[in-house]
């Protein structure tokens, strides 16, 4: 017989039922709840007065739990940091998709313990701010042997693993993109299918045109690989419809979206993915929120932790800058940090605590969820649980 752990004491507990919240609505947190976990599931919830007997039991007086945040947009697998092209930013200098390149030189030149060694720390400070679910993309290599090696550390050490040869032309080749593109949708692609749970494409100007796109989206179909895209973070651009005709499992960023660009989003199983410290970061227009969910489109937030645009782990952080600056309630907050986060990598066991989700949770220092936006750049965190383990 497997051992049960009653979780009880709890002041107010984010389910998240999937059964019970429709696409968009905010979460309804249950008051002096409990859950029991069972093979690192979550086996039962309810009222703590009703709780079943349990081999062990924690009590966390009072505290509020949470689904544990899916983060479902990070670049975790480079080396070195790009300090001083932030503190230019802020002084003026606009944020361009070429400082990639940057990064990409210190990445090759690293060897596979330091990148792997990266993802770790950083997925660890993920974890101690309440993260549990982490998709990594690759892109810093743009050779087929750096974005193998790349890939391999991100399906290793996260819980989805992102295919982005196509980030930006690397510099080698920015007299013969299409060869580039080629490497790409064919070569990098075959070495790569084995390990990559989507493939990504940047497309953007001064990345890859709609073109471009094409032939990398209808490569990863034809390898039957699901695909996600960097859609309209600079500018108006042909990103999000791509993403929705190819039926992306979300469209990331969202900064500049048309009318047309929200109804299609709206329509479709495409989840838009916002990451609103990236526009913290490079001091940018945020998405409109607001016009996305009223349209009824599934909102995801997400950190897009990476050296340049945004190296923030933190997605209190996000979920605060989405109530504060999107308009978002904080409930609608909470939700797109863990169910949407779910949705936009189409997991049904994480981002919420049904019965049978993973036991994926976090004990907030703190009595209300309403809190992580009230109380901003506060450690609320106080515990972190995956699959029924303490991991923070
Ligand atoms: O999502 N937009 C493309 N990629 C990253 C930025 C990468 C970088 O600047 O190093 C992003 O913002
Ligand atoms: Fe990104």
Redesign the pocket.
């Known amino acids: 017989m497997s051992k049960t752990l009653l979780v009880t004491g709890i002041g107010e507990l984010t389910v998240n039922d999937p059964q019970a919240v429709d696409n968009s609505s905010a979460p309804d947190p249950l008051a002096d709840a409990a859950f029991v976990i069972e093979d690192g599931r979550v086996a039962w919830y309810g009222p703590a007065r009703k709780a079943p007997e349990a081999d062990g039991r924690i009590d966390v007086r009072g505290k509020a739990v949470i689904p544990g945040f899916v983060d479902s947009?990070a670049?975790l697998v480079?080396a070195g940091d790009?300090a001083a092209e932030f503190a230019a930013r802020m002084t003026g200098t606009p944020?361009s998709?070429g400082?990639?390149r940057t990064?990409v030189a210190a990445t090759r030149a690293a060897d596979d313990d330091q990148l792997r060694a990266n993802v770790r720390r950083l997925v660890h400070e993920m974890a101690k701010q309440g993260t549990t679910t982490v998709e990594c993309k690759t892109?810093?290599g743009l050779t087929l042997e750096d974005e193998l090696r790349a890939l391999r550390i991100a399906k290793e050490e996260c819980d989805a693993a992102t295919f982005l040869g196509a980030?930006v032309v690397p510099a080698e080749y920015a007299d013969r993109r299409a060869d580039y593109v080629d490497l790409v949708r064919g070569p990098m692609l075959d070495a790569c299918a084995e390990y990559a749970d989507y493939v990504d494409v940047?497309c953007?100007r001064g990345?890859y045109d709609e073109a471009e796109t094409r032939l990398i989206l209808d490569a990863a179909k034809a390898r039957g690989i699901p695909v996600r895209l960097?859609a309209n973070?600079l500018g108006h651009g042909p990103g999000v419809q791509l993403a929705v005709e190819y039926a992306a499992a979300s469209a990331?960023?969202c900064t500049y979206l048309s009318e047309r660009d929200i109804e299609a989003l709206a329509c479709s199983e495409t989840v838009a993915t916002l990451?609103p410290g990236?526009e913290f970061s490079t001091r940018s227009p945020y998405p409109d929120a607001r016009a996305l969910l009223d349209a009824g489109a599934s909102v995801a937030i997400a950190t897009?932790c990476?050296?340049?645009?945004?190296y923030t782990s933190s997605m209190p952080f996000c979920l605060a800058l989405a109530v504060r600056e999107m308009h978002m309630s904080p409930g609608e907050a909470l939700r797109a940090t863990t169910l949407g986060g779910a949705e936009a990598l189409r997991r049904e066991d994480v981002g919420h605590l049904a019965v049978g989700a993973r036991a994926d949770f976090a004990v907030l220092e703190a009595p209300s969820f309403l809190h992580l936006a009230y109380r901003p750049g506060v450690p609320l965190i106080h515990s972190v649980w995956k699959n029924g383990e303490r991991v923070g």
């Open positions: 947009h670049h480079f790009r944020y998709a400082g990639i990064t892109g810093y980030h940047f953007e990345a960097h973070q990331d960023h990451l990236v897009d990476n050296p340049g645009s945004c």
